[in-house]
């Protein structure tokens, strides 16, 4: 039976191994030439591969040349050898030693025995040394225990958890609410609990490393606008408005705003109402922190909502901490009962943290009872703090010292935390050095009776705010407090200045 090749004007391929690949080559050419004339594409094709596969099997192997700049294996060992590795942390003793406190009563605070007027902590409302609020907090322990041992999910949850949650949604205007054990996990949970990869998170440039953090985990598209500038916002907006129309993803990815109701970085106030009014426009879901406004803004302090006017619904995801007005620990989200039910299962700090301990869910439950029957301390707080702002700006704006070209407040005039920048003219250009500045400044303070802080920030947010000293007003101040705390600054940044 004939083959294929006995066809072929050239088919004895008993010498094949033995040609050069260009005969070999020239042996498929006639062959092809041979089939074409037939006009069988099948041969055709099938005559081209065997061509490509025998030459490639008779192609004459070769050894890459080796470059000058290549290194032999004896180089290479010994630059391994000589190779440090970079610390994985830095250095605990270029750091400061922190101080420690012994005693603390409202309004001020025992550091290597001494009695300061304190304004270095978020204690907004003066629970943090409450009588009635420790006297709760010793029965509950009696109670309850001094812990949860276990997450909510996991025979962690209490009685008094599911009170303070109601208590909360009922206080804000919300249909639920969801306590977390840790603050700072709080909305570092809930963004991604609701925000995926292929979504799209717009967020204000001066948010929290918490906030930051949280947005990173989602995985999802983020953009930052520029610091409380609307313009900006809504130019971002229209940007990802365009976007979606031409990759047609305008009915799969969920959209989201995050900002906070007072600026932790400056003690800005959003302009809430009208994000608000942008996200109804575009079609956003709004998420709102407020970390510092909450306790702290509005007639009965329920935050940037109360403040602005605008109804908690307009708010799709309110988050805050129960750690500065209640001076408890923890956080806590609150919105419609979806929201509030999805994060049970969803949100990881909730999942997985040991529950809040019981003493600590009983000091927010009473501070807050005491918000709700009385917000005379919601008062005082804003009283206390447009007091100690115009006395600090009035000690700042004296002429004999050229004080005003020191320094300069940042933080509105409604926010009880502000933060003390070097003037423009005084900053040296370095950061570290800035910030020696500032702690020489705050040694000074506390030699005058103040306690205040450097602003701290972790090593992994990415962009740091300018360095600052940070001041916090407690409705447990005296305005005689503040009127000296306030010369008292200003004394020790003309001595470390001038």
Known sequence: MSTLWDTLPVGNLSNIGNLSSTELFDLISVNICYLAGG?????????????????LMFQKS????????????????ELVDEWQPEPLVPDA???REPLVVSSM??????IE?????????????????DPKVNEACAASIVKYGNGSCGPRGFYGTLDVHLELEKKLSEFMGTEAGIVFSYD??????????????GDVVLYDSEVSQSILQGISLSRAVSKAFQHNDVSDLKRLMEWVRDQEKKTRTSNIARRFVVIEGIYQASGDLAPLAAVVALCKQFCYRLVLDETVSFGCLGANGKGATEYWGVPTTSVDILTATLSGALASVGGFCVGNTQVVEHQRLSATGYCFSAALPAFNAVAAI???EDMEADNGRVLRLQANATAFRDALLEQLARPESQRGQLLFVTGNEASPMLHLRLAEGRQTGNRDEDEEILHQITDRCRELGVAVTVTAYTPLQRTLPPPSIRVCVSASHTKEQLRAAAAAIVQAVTSVLC
């Open 366 to 368: 009473t501070a807050l």
């Open 184 to 197: 700072i996990a709080t909305i570092t949970s809930v963004i991604p609990a609701f925000a995926k990869r």
């Open 113 to 129: 025995g001494k009695t300061l007027t304190n304004l270095g902590v978020l204690d907004f409302l003066g629970f943090l040394c």
């Open 39 to 55: 006009c069988d594409v099948h041969l055709i094709a099938e005559s081209l591969m065997v061509m490509i596969i025998f030459t």
């Open 93 to 95: 003793s270029e750091g």
């Open 62 to 77: 070769y050894k890459p040349k080796r470059s000058a700049d290549q290194l032999t294996d004896a180089e290479m060992d």
């Open 105 to 110: 009563k409202a309004g001020t605070v025992c």
